[in-house]
């Protein structure tokens, strides 16, 4: 079967749009991945006061508030948002924690991200509203 002429002009043409397409989702997505309001519960961020086993101590402009780690909560670090691990958490990092209110006030991380040791955090919050 041949071919019309046009339709032969047009392959790579394509072909550079869709590797254009295709980078451009790829180089989007780790910004999409990481916006804040994209991660679902009550949000506390701030500076790690302490750790205790599975449980951190986040202190915000509104006061400390206890995080309760659990086997499923997951870890991020750095702007990439790399995979990490519970053995990244350092008292003085900056976080932003996802999770569910417990009955005692405490917040169940489901995801914790890691931002550093960022000294000013103009966005330190706890209101479990976000």
């Known amino acids: 079967m041949e071919q019309h002429p046009h339709v032969m002009n047009m392959e790579p043409h394509m072909k550079r749009i869709c590797y254009a397409l295709l980078a451009t989702l790829l180089a989007a997505s780790p910004a999409l991945a990481h916006d804040p309001k994209l991660h679902k ?4 961020s ?7 086993g599975d449980r951190l101590e986040v ?3 509104s006061g400390p508030v206890a995080v309760t780690l659990t086997p499923e909560t997951s870890y991020e670090s750095g702007a ?3 995979k990490a691990t ?4 350092k008292v003085g990092q900056t976080v932003m924690v996802s999770g569910h209110k417990l009955e005692s006030g405490a917040v169940a991380a489901s995801e914790v ?8 955090n103009p966005h330190s919050h706890a209101d479990g509203n976000e």
Do not use: F
């Open 41 to 44: 519960g009550p949000k506390v």
């Open 80 to 82: 990439d948002g790399g």
């Open 86 to 89: 519970k053995a990244a958490l």
């Open 113 to 120: 991200m890691i931002h550093g040791s960022d000294e000013s």
């Open 46 to 52: 701030g500076k790690v006061v302490s750790i205790q």
């Open 59 to 61: 202190g915000t402009d």
